[in-house]
């Protein structure tokens, strides 16, 4: 693949747990058809958990967002909660509790990883990101 090559696609999904295997298995089509298969699996894992919190721990619709640039393959969760997502303390280690750990994974596996308010079609919200750089 071409470094210079840019895409991004979207996919928006209802406030149900059931869409989370549907944006994993869109992100694993996405990146084998641009020839990232050996992102898939790390790829699926971070859109995974975002787009988990996205549908467990708000009310609205949402949406996944996997965009291809510069070498770097940036992951991302809208959901239609303004409030800052609860990010895991500096040195929050992973634990064996059933939840609460998705964004300690998030940090632990992504080079970069942050979080903006946004809005969307006059829906205020919030979109939490990831990225990976293949270099």
């Not at 750990?101 to 992504?110: A, E, H, I, Q, Y």
Request: a negative charge.
């Amino acid at each position: 693949m071409p470094e210079n090559e840019s895409w991004e696609y979207s996919l928006y999904i209802p406030n149900d747990v059931r869409a989370v295997p549907v944006c994993r298995r869109m992100i694993r089509l996405v990146l084998t058809v641009h020839g990232l298969i050996h992102l898939a699996d790390l790829g699926e894992l971070i859109g995974a958990e975002l787009i988990g919190n996205a549908v467990r721990h708000t009310k609205g619709p949402a949406a996944l967002r996997v965009r291809w640039r510069e070498g770097t393959l940036r992951v991302g969760a809208w959901d239609a909660d303004p409030e800052p997502p609860d990010f895991p303390g500096e040195f929050a280690e992973p634990t064996d509790a059933e939840g609460g750990r998705g964004l300690v994974v998030v940090r632990s596996c992504s080079d970069l990883w942050g979080w903006q308010p946004l809005s969307r079609f006059g829906n205020r919200g919030k979109y939490v990101w990831c990225e990976l750089a293949t270099a």
